[in-house]
Each structure stands twice: as structure tokens, then as C-alpha cells.
């Protein structure tokens, strides 16, 4: 029975201790708060450049329990494994940020332990990603403290992050006590985005956010991703369990030709034990594609990754089947909502298409894909 689940490891919330927050700022991000005329409250949420002006209409599905299992009701999902929505704590002094960090951990963990079961099934309908405060100048001891409290909230199974690290990206160096930390907590790290890339590839044309978040999003996550496998942290914490959002980004497309520059390359050649392609199937994506075509082409680019392992240049077929293991059902909620309230979520319903219709891919790895793969990797059964 548990693995027939439906359970979306992509789906966000802006804790009511975060909501607040964001509602006392005047800058991004922030919500605006205002009457209507009509007496009632209209608040907008700022969080990225040129959000439309005055915001986009945020409510509580942004930050009511209640409503995110209505969501996962009207959607037949089962679980979902929540993280705070970006951009986390970025934007915070350090001593803020690890004060709010421990806050919002117990926040989320009160979320989800006081969740209700799945009927019949020995596990609760909400788990989490905790919160690293990942700023300038915050001290390793801090990080280290905060992954330690994490591992020990129980419904708490990873670490969502963005691509900044502290302040220098994922290829940093001084963060190698947290990756050997969270390794050996046994923490699940969800990579995720927020900043996209320079504005100005995005011209002049008002494209709304269109660009920032279709490849803006992706490129963010391909380029923090690429940096951190060049800088060895793969090699030096093998077990460490990544997931990135967005199917990777653009990764798996261009990790034949990432393959090529490094070869040509001795310096960064040499630091590097495998081939890139090899890093490619020690990931963890979410299936949030929208199309079956890029999902058994993300399956096939991380089955191939056993060829670098065995250092064969054996072609035949990738395993699609294989790469399917590493892949996970996600949603993007309460983002990317519909335009009318009875509607189900297209994004919901594009994504689970999408992996019922991928060629090659048998019963067991779709089953695997929409919760398996997820009861396994989160260790779900209580
Ligand atoms: O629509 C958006 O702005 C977003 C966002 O900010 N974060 C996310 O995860 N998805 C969509």
C-alpha cells in the first residue's frame, strides 16, 4: 500500500512566524497589506525583481495548514514533504537568521507532527525540509548547531537551500564541515532557486516573469549545481543525498558537453576522481518537467552515469528504468495556482501526466516516481 502513495517532495509554505516577517518589511522581500475598498485585506507578495506592480495576490495558501491539506485532498496526494518557500533567510543579519532558523524548524515540525496519518498507513501526511541560516558572515559553529537541531526534529528530513551559500556559492570550501555534517546526519538537501541569472539577458520586452522562472530558475540551479560537483564536494562526501529542483535544471542536456570542457581542461580534470557524467546519477531530481519526453530523457542521462562508474564506453540504452529511482513527484504549491478556485492545479495535473506517460517506464517506476522513491529516500514509514 505505501507504495501506491502520492507524495510531493516540491511544495512550499511561508510559516505564519515567516509570514509575519515578510509582512513588517517595506523592501523585497515583503508583503503589502492594504484595505480594499470594500473593508477587507488585500496582501501582495514581493519577493523577486520586477514583481508585477504591487504584487502578486497572496493568501492563506501561502501559510495555512489547513488549506495545503485541502490542496493535497483535491489532488489525491497523500504526503507532502514541505519546505519554506525562497528566499529563506538570505536576506538576514546572521544572528537573525540563526535565531529564525531555530524558530521556524520547531514551527515545522509542530506542522507536521500534529498532521493527521494516512488512512491505514503508518505515516503522516506532512514532513519537512528545515532551515539552515545561510548568510554572510554567519559562524560554521551556527550551521553546525542548526544541522544538529534539525536531525533531531523527527518529521524533519532535510535541508532546503538556495545557491548563495554563504555568500560565495555551493563551491565553497567553508562549507565542507556542513555537507560532512549533513552527510552524517543522513539529511536529505534540496537545491533550489531564486536569484536566476543577470536580468539583462532577459531584453527589453515585458515578458512578466515568463524568463526568470522558465529558465532563469533552471540555469540558477545548473549553474550552482556544476560548481559544486567541479569543486570536488561529491567526491569528498559521497553519501551526501542532493536534490535538485526543476529536474536539474539544464544539467542533465549539457552534462556531455560540461564532460568535454572539463577533458580539455588538466587543471580541473585532475581534481575531479570521475568523469561529470558519473555526478549525474549520484543526484536526486524532483519530476517537475511538465512533458513525459523530459522525464525519460532525466531517467536516461542519469542511468548512463553507471557507464562512468564502470568506465565503459558501452552505448546501448541507458536503463531508463534505473534513472526513473532518482526521480521524485512535485507539485511547485501553492505557486503557479489556477485562475479559478474549483479548478484542479494544471501544474498538478501536467506533472502527473507526465510521468503516466513517459515511454519505457514500467508500473513499478511510475509507482516509484509519484511517492516510492520518496517513502525510500525520506525514510517515511514512521
Ligand atoms: O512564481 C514564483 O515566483 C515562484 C517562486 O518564487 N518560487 C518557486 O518555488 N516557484 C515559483
Known amino acids: 500500500m505505501a507504495s501506491k502513495l502520492l507524495v510531493d517532495i516540491h511544495t512550499h509554505v511561508y510559516l505564519p512566524r515567516y509570514a509575519a516577517l515578510l509582512r513588517s518589511r517595506s523592501a523585497v522581500p515583503f508583503i503589502r497589506s492594504s484595505a480594499t475598498h470594500d473593508g477587507k485585506l488585500d496582501e501582495r507578495l514581493l519577493i523577486l525583481d520586477h514583481e508585477p506592480s504591487g504584487g502578486r495576490p497572496v493568501g492563506p495558501q501561502y501559510w495555512d495548514r489547513e488549506e495545503k491539506l485541502k490542496f493535497m485532498d483535491k489532488h489525491g496526494i497523500d ?18 537568521a540563526h535565531t529564525l532558523a531555530a524558530e521556524l524548524n520547531e514551527d515545522l515540525e509542530e506542522y507536521c507532527s500534529t498532521s493527521p496519518n494516512v488512512q491505514d498507513v503508518p505515516i ?23 544541522v544538529k537541531q534539525v536531525s533531531k526534529l523527527p518529521h524533519l528530513r532535510g535541508l532546503i537551500m538556495g545557491t548563495r551559500g554563504v555568500g560565495k556559492g555551493l563551491d565553497d570550501m567553508a562549507l565542507d564541515p556542513i555537507w560532512a555534517a549533513i552527510e552524517a546526519a543522513g539529511l536529505v538537501v534540496f537545491i533550489h532557486p531564486h536569484y536566476g541569472v543577470d536580468a539583462k539577458a532577459w531584453g527589453d520586452m515585458d515578458n512578466g516573469h515568463v524568463l526568470p522562472l522558465a529558465l532563469g530558475f533552471p540555469f540558477e540551479t545548473t549553474i550552482a549545481t556544476t560548481r559544486l560537483i567541479l569543486s570536488g564536494v561529491l567526491d569528498r562526501f559521497p553519501s551526501l543525498r542532493l536534490l535538485l529542483a526543476h529536474s536539474g535544471g539544464t544539467l542533465p542536456q549539457l552534462s556531455s558537453r560540461l564532460a568535454s570542457c572539463i577533458d580539455h581542461d588538466p587543471v580541473v580534470a585532475s581534481r575531479l576522481k570521475h568523469d561529470a557524467r558519473y555526478y549525474l546519477g549520484k543526484l536526486y531530481v524532483d519530476a517537475v518537467a511538465y512533458g513525459p519526453e523530459e522525464l525519460g530523457f532525466v531517467s536516461d542521462v542519469i542511468a548512463r552515469s553507471g557507464r562512468y562508474e564502470a568506465g565503459t564506453s558501452d552505448f546501448k540504452a541507458a536503463n531508463r528504468s534505473l534513472g526513473s529511482q532518482r526521480m521524485l513527484f512535485g507539485t511547485d504549491h501553492p505557486f503557479f495556482p489556477p485562475l479559478s478556485s474549483t479548478e484542479k492545479w494544471k501544474s498538478v495535473v501536467e506533472n502527473s501526466e507526465a510521468i503516466d506517460a513517459v515511454q519505457g517506464w514500467s508500473q513499478a517506476d511510475k509507482d516509484g516516481v509519484r511517492g516510492g522513491n520518496a517513502i525510500s529516500l525520506f525514510n517515511l514509514a514512521e
Open 79 to 96: 504526503v507532502s514533504v514541505v519546505s519554506t518557500a525562497n528566499p529563506w533567510l538570505d536576506f538576514l543579519p546572521a544572528s537573525q
Open 124 to 146: 503522516r501526511r506532512l514532513y519537512g525540509f528545515g532551515l539552515l541560516p545561510l548568510v554572510p558572515e554567519i559562524t560554521t559553529a551556527s550551521l553546525l548547531d542548526t
